[in-house]
């Protein structure tokens, strides 16, 4: 009897760590090995390269139903405008949320609290504006950078007495293409990560932050230099950076591909929030996390208008303090922008200039699955 009850625990051993073990193969292959992923596939065109091919007006281009997956993120298929309304099926693979659920930062807008048309200074081509600021030759500082297209200026600033340090990079292009976006081993999918530093060089850019660790899950918006990856639904705000310039940020509710397809959507992120309302101005209340919201390193975009950007880089867990959700959009109304938008951040937050990273990153700093750059599109003597 003894000699039977051990053989049965024995097996029951025997299956319990066969079950752990697939189960570790399971996490393994979904969640840290790198895994391509299909991608939408679909090339926006650029209207204001007129000598480039072009395929068609970008109202004709559309999603095939089986390339778009809809993750149950709480929110109405309406959401996704003509996209959803072709039936676009959801994965089982695609974790379910329940409503007011983000993966990642959150939102901070409404329907009611978002400028759905955003804002545009005027209808002066960005290839027109800011003349003074660029130079005929590249010209190159310590702390800046011109060229023909590309004027740069970044600065260490210090904000609340002292005890919070952050980095800001001050950005004009002539070209918006000028504004790209790289991802982790030049690949689409999951588990694929790269330092900063060293997207930044491949890609030969002169300054660098860390993006919205797209790769982290499966949820929301990625457009990248013109190709759209992925039209999953999201509870969190999405920012789109246009070929004209503008940028915009929305709730992930009110997102609607086949518009932003028409309107020539050249860069979309997925991560939030929100940093600043319609009107410019700061936001105290924010539907994330307390651990989002608390004071955390941090990495975050700027709009003043099309043509004029900024991106921030705030130190945190360490000598600097970091800074809360509230007081970083604080900052952003400060700095005069029109919108603003949080990255990823804590450890992922660096910024990477002229071939160094320029911060003190929390914990070293870790890879990441992508990166915004600023880099030269044309040759320059």
């Known amino acids: 009897m003894k000699q039977t009850k051990k053989k049965v625990l024995k097996y029951l051993m025997i299956d319990v760590a066969c079950a752990a073990a697939a189960l570790l193969v399971f996490a393994l292959f979904h969640h840290v090995l790198p895994r391509r992923q299909q991608s939408v596939g679909i090339v926006i065109p650029n209207p204001y390269k007129t000598s480039a091919p072009q395929e068609g007006d970008a109202s004709s281009l559309q999603i095939p139903e089986d390339a778009l997956i809809l993750a149950d993120a709480g ?7 003509s996209l959803s309304a072709r039936g676009g099926r959801n ?3 695609t974790p379910s949320y329940g409503a007011g659920y983000n993966s990642k930062g959150g939102s901070a807008l409404t329907e009611e609290t978002a400028d759905a048309e955003g804002a545009q200074a005027d209808e002066t081509p960005i290839s027109e504006k800011f003349a003074d600021k660029y130079t005929d030759t590249v010209v190159v500082t310590d702390s800046s950078y011109s060229s023909p297209d590309i004027s740069i200026t970044v600065t260490r600033e210090t ?20 504004f790209q976006s790289a991802m982790a081993k030049n690949t689409y999918g999951s588990g694929f990560r790269d330092d900063v530093l060293d997207m930044a060089a491949l890609n030969e850019a002169l300054l660098a932050i860390n993006g919205d660790y797209y790769g982290n899950t499966n949820e929301g918006v990625v ?5 759209i990856y992925r039209a999953n639904r999201t509870n969190c705000d999405v920012c789109v950076l246009y070929y004209d310039g503008t940028m915009r940020v929305m ?6 591909m086949q518009q932003a397809i028409e309107d020539g959507a050249w860069q979309a992120w997925t991560f939030g929030p929100a940093l600043l309302d319609a009107n410019g101005e700061a936001i105290s209340a924010f539907s994330s996390t307390n651990r989002i919201i608390s004071a955390n390193p941090r990495t975050a975009i700027g709009y003043y208008e099309p043509g004029h950007y900024c991106m921030v880089v705030v130190d945190g867990r360490g000598e600097s303090a970091g800074i809360t959700l509230p007081d970083l959009s604080a900052l952003f109304e400060q700095l005069g922008c029109a919108a603003a938008y949080n990255l990823d951040g804590g450890n992922s ?8 990273v320029l911060n003190d990153p929390s914990g ?5 699955s992508d990166a915004l750059l600023i880099a030269e599109v044309n040759s320059h003597e």
């Open 75 to 81: 929110v109405s298929d309406a959401g996704l405008g």
């Open 91 to 93: 994965n089982r693979n």
């Open 349 to 356: 937050s660096v910024m990477v200039w002229q071939d160094a």
């Open 364 to 368: 070293g700093g870790r890879e990441s």
């Open 223 to 227: 457009i990248r230099n013109g190709v």
């Open 159 to 178: 904000a609340q007495n002292g005890r919070v340090t952050y980095y800001l990079a001050d950005i004009y292009v002539r070209d918006i293409t000028c």
């Open 251 to 256: 709730p992930g509710s009110t997102f609607d």
